[in-house]
C-alpha cells in the first residue's frame, strides 16, 4: 500500500516518534494532520508542511471535523509515564482517547488504523518473546492501557470492518527523545562528568531500536500485512544492559564517572527488568532492522549528545 497522496491524521504527532513520523511521511508525498496536546511533544517539531490542531483526545469532541478526508491514523498519543504515580487516571486517560478516536473514526468512515502498543502488555515473559504469547499480564498501568487499547481495535476490527496494524514496540530510541536512560545520562554527565546516579542495579537488560528502522518496519508492515487485526512485534534480535548504556554515553562524551546504584533489579515500579521481543513474524515478512541494540544506543547517543548540547 502506497501512502503517497493519501491524507493521514498522526496523533501524538509533536512527541519523539511521532514528529519523525510525520515527516517520513510528508517525505513520502502524504498529506499529514497532526493533532497533539503538546503535553509530551512541542510544537517545534511538528513539520511546517503538516496541518497542526492542538486538542486533548480525552475530550469526546476533540476530533469533530478534523478527520473530513482522512485516509489512515496513526495513533501515537498516549500518558507515557510507566512509573506514574497515578495509574487509575493514566488508564482511564489512555483508553479514553483510543475510545474518542475510535467513535470519531466511525462517523467520518475512516477504516484504517496503526496503533503505537508496546512490549510492556506482556509484562515478565520468557525471552524472546512472540506475539502469540500467553497469557498478557502486563505489571504497570501502562502495560495495562495498551492491552486494553488492543482489546477495543480488535472488537472494532473484527465487528465493524476496520483494518487495525499493532505494533508491539521495544525501547525506540534517537533524536528527540526524552525521560529514558540515553538523554537522561547525557545530561547527568553533562552537569557532572564525576558521578552517574542509575537506577536499579545496571543488570537490566532489553531491546533497543533506532526511530529510523522503527519507522521503516511500520510502514513496511503496513504496505505487506492486510488482515483485519495485524499485530507485530517490533524490536531488534539483541540486548543491551543499562551498564553497557552508561558505558556507551560515557565513552561518547569522554569521561569515567564512578557509578552510584539505586538498588534492586527494577529501575522503577513497574519496571521490567528483562525483555527481547521475537522478530521472527516480522522476518517473515521481510524486514530486518539495520542497527543491533548496541548500535542503536550507540547512534543515539551520538544525536543527543549534539542534540542536548
Excluded at 490542531?53 to 469533530?64: G, Q, S
Excluded at 480488535?154 to 526524552?178: E, I, K, M, Q
Excluded at 533489579?265 to 521490567?272: A, F, H, M, N, P
Aim: some cysteine; charged content about 30%; hydrophobic content about 35%.
Amino acid at each position: 500500500m502506497s501512502l503517497s497522496d493519501r491524507r493521514i491524521l498522526v496523533t501524538g504527532g509533536a512527541g519523539f516518534i511521532g514528529s519523525h513520523l510525520a515527516e517520513r511521511l510528508l517525505a513520502d508525498g502524504a498529506d499529514v494532520v497532526v493533532v497533539d496536546d503538546l503535553s509530551n511533544g512541542t510544537r517545534r517539531r511538528i513539520p511546517d508542511d503538516a496541518d497542526f490542531f492542538e486538542a486533548d483526545l480525552t475530550e469526546p469532541a476533540a476530533l469533530d471535523g478534523h478527520l473530513h478526508d482522512v485516509d489512515l491514523v496513526f495513533h501515537l498519543a498516549a500518558s507515557k509515564r510507566v512509573d506514574t504515580d497515578r495509574p487509575h487516571g493514566q488508564f482511564d486517560d489512555n483508553t479514553r482517547m483510543t475510545c474518542t478516536l475510535l467513535e470519531a473514526m466511525a462517523d467520518a468512515d475512516v477504516t484504517e488504523i496503526a496503533y503505537t502498543s508496546s512490549s510492556t502488555v506482556y509484562g515478565e515473559a520468557p525471552r524472546p518473546t512472540p506475539e502469540d504469547y500467553a497469557p498478557l499480564e502486563p505489571i504497570s498501568a501502562y502495560g495495562a492501557s495498551k492491552l486494553a487499547d488492543e482489546g477495543l481495535l480488535s472488537a472494532r476490527a473484527h465487528s465493524h470492518d476496520l483494518t487495525v496494524w499493532n505494533f508491539r514496540f521495544a525501547n525506540v530510541v534517537g533524536p528527540r527523545l526524552r525521560g529514558a536512560v540515553i538523554p537522561d545520562f547525557v545530561e547527568k554527565l553533562q552537569d557532572d562528568p564525576e558521578t552517574l546516579s542509575i537506577l536499579g542495579d545496571g543488570r537490566q537488560e532489553k531491546s533497543y531500536l533506532h526511530v529510523e528502522d522503527c519507522l521503516d518496519a511500520m510502514l513496511h508492515v503496513i504496505e505487506h500485512a492486510d488482515d483485519a487485526m495485524n499485530t507485530y512485534n517490533l524490536g531488534t534480535r539483541t540486548t543491551t544492559s543499562v551498564d553497557r548504556i552508561a558505558t556507551t554515553v560515557a565513552e561518547e562524551l569522554g569521561v569515567d564517572p564512578n557509578r552510584e546504584y539505586t538498588g534492586g533489579e527494577r529501575g522503577w515500579t513497574g519496571d521490567v527488568p528483562k525483555m527481547r521481543l521475537s522478530i521472527e513474524k516480522l522476518s517473515a515478512l521481510g524486514f530486518e532492522p539495520r542497527l543491533s541494540s548496541d548500535e542503536a544506543v550507540r547512534r543515539a547517543t551520538r544525536e543527543l549528545i549534539d542534540e542536548l548540547r
